[in-house]
C-alpha cells in the first residue's frame, strides 16, 4: 500500500476530513480505490473520492453537479458532513481564480484506528 492516490486499495490521508464528519476524523486513513478518469466524473456522481488539487491539497468530498453551459469544466464537491463546505473546482480547464482537480480517487471506506 501508498500513499500515491494510484492503484486499488491505496491509502489516501486526507488533511480536510472535517468536511467529512462524521464518516471521517481527522487522522483517520481513507482506503482509497481507482483513481478515476476526471472527463467521465459524471458517473460518480453521489459517491466519495478524495481529489488532489493544484495547491497540493487533498479533499474528501462527495462528487456533485457540473455547472451548465460553458462553464461545464466547473463542478460542485459537496462537504459530506455536516461541518464542512462544498466548493466549486475546475475539472480538465483552467478557470482564474479557481483551483483545479489533478486527480481523484473513489473512497471505498475509512479505516478507524
Known amino acids: 500500500t501508498n500513499d500515491t492516490g494510484q492503484g486499488p486499495g491505496v491509502k489516501v490521508r486526507c488533511p480536510d476530513a472535517y468536511s467529512a464528519v462524521p464518516l471521517a476524523l481527522e487522522g483517520q486513513i481513507a482506503l482509497g480505490g481507482e483513481s478515476l478518469d ?4 459524471d458517473r460518480w456522481e ?3 473520492v478524495a481529489v488532489h488539487l493544484s495547491d497540493g491539497t487533498t479533499l474528501f468530498k462527495r462528487v456533485g453537479k457540473a455547472l451548465p453551459g460553458d462553464l ?3 463542478r460542485q464537491f459537496e462537504t ?3 461541518l464542512g463546505v462544498s ?13 483545479q482537480v489533478e486527480s481523484a480517487v473513489l473512497i471505498l471506506g475509512v479505516l478507524y484506528i
Open 38 to 41: 476526471l472527463s467521465a466524473l
Open 46 to 48: 453521489e459517491h466519495y
Open 72 to 74: 461545464k469544466h466547473l
Open 80 to 82: 459530506i458532513g455536516g
Open 87 to 99: 466548493d466549486v473546482l475546475a475539472v480538465g480547464k483552467n478557470h482564474p481564480g479557481m483551483l
